[in-house]
């Protein structure tokens, strides 16, 4: 027997609309801020639905459909380490190390995963920014202090036409890599997580 089934995904009606969903990479956090300034901005979008303007939509029981509390990887988000880098979130990839050869940190469990690991998160992304812009201020010949990262480039603060994309700044190391590291810490008042 051969074929394929159709599903409801299958369906292509004129003037439809598609949509994609930021899903958590983190098996519990609480949002506490969503930022859509950039969703905004690109073509041809049409609307943002997010905690922020969604109607209350019952999910599960006790449970909403845009709901501040994320409670499984996978769950609908908008992100973290994406901001502090300056790039797009599908520009940024988050690995955590190996925690046998790191630094002490508590466990991360159920309520308190991003309470102790968006922290050390936001350090190692500002960590590898500062490495980034000290590679980039070489080829740019300023001080790393008065440059920026806009939308996957370091530009100069007073010049934003002189730049230079990440990838030419990585290549320009290459064999070696920026590797950010940063461990658990107080939250920063300025930041959210």
């Known amino acids: 027997m051969t074929g394929r089934a159709r599903y409801a995904y299958d369906i292509r009606l004129p003037g439809r609309l598609s949509a994609s969903v ?3 990479p983190l ?25 922020t303007n969604a109607p209350k939509i019952e999910w599960y029981k006790n449970v909403l459909l845009f ?3 994320l409670r499984f990887v996978g769950d609908e988000v908008a992100g973290v380490a994406a901001e502090e880098l300056g ?15 790191g630094p002490y940190a508590p466990i991360s469990a159920g309520s308190a995963t991003q309470a102790t690991i968006g922290p050390a998160v936001r ?4 960590d590898a920014k500062r490495q980034l812009l000290e590679e980039a201020a070489k080829i740019l ?6 440059l920026r990262v806009r939308d996957g480039k370091i530009c100069v603060e007073s010049r934003p036409k002189n730049s230079v994309p990440v990838e030419e700044v990585t290549a320009h190391i290459a064999p070696h890599m ?9 939250n920063p008042r300025d930041k959210s997580l």
């Open 87 to 101: 790039l797009p979130i599908e520009r940024v990839a988050l690995q955590i190390g190996d925690t046998a050869n």
């Open 22 to 24: 930021l899903r958590s």
């Open 123 to 126: 350090a190692a992304a500002a």
């Open 141 to 146: 010949e300023e001080p790393p202090d008065r």
């Open 27 to 51: 098996p519990h956090a609480r949002i506490r801020r969503i930022d859509t300034s950039k969703a905004k901005a690109l073509p041809g979008m049409q609307a943002i639905l997010s905690l």
């Open 178 to 186: 920026i590797l950010g590291q940063g461990a658990r810490g107080p």
């Open 67 to 69: 709901d501040p509390i």
